[in-house]
């Protein structure tokens, strides 16, 4: 089992930066694949970033290559996604999730039901 919570979340202006953050607990090492996917209010949950054990790959959606980091930092079992130059659509709530297996082909870390753990979310907020 594997407990995930997500913290860093807030209300920040158009332009600002803010870094979110997810700790695993319980099976951490289990924790091969760890994404960040957000969900604004009547829109479908959509991938934002995944982090690959192996490798140390990342990938990123398109809308927010270039302006969101996702990095880990092993030892305090955690994740943590950098939002930098942040707009207004990026307001959502964040959800951080984790997969226990690699999968087949990288296109599938896109999708949610990919990952076999969840978080309950943070709340990101951008104002102009």
């Known amino acids: 089992q594997v407990q995930l919570a997500e913290s860093g979340g807030g209300l920040v202006q158009a332009g600002g930066s803010l870094r979110l953050s997810c700790v695993a607990s319980?099976?951490?090492?289990?924790?091969?694949?760890m994404g960040w996917f957000r969900q604004a209010p009547g829109k479908e949950r959509e991938f934002v970033a995944v982090?690959?054990?192996?490798?140390?790959?990342?990938y990123y959606a398109d809308s927010v290559k270039g302006r969101f980091t996702i990095s880990r930092d092993n030892a305090k079992n955690t994740v943590h996604l950098l939002l930098d130059n942040l707009k207004a659509e990026d307001t959502a709530v964040y959800y951080c999730?984790?997969?226990?297996?690699?999968?087949?082909?990288?296109?599938?870390?896109?999708?949610?039901?990919?990952?076999?753990?969840w978080g309950q979310g943070t709340q990101v907020t951008v104002s102009s």
């Open positions: 999730a984790a997969r226990l297996t690699y999968a087949n082909r990288n296109v599938d870390y896109v999708r949610v039901d990919a990952y076999d753990y």
């Open positions: 982090s690959i054990w192996s490798g140390s790959s990342a």
């Open positions: 319980g099976r951490t090492f289990s924790t091969l694949v």
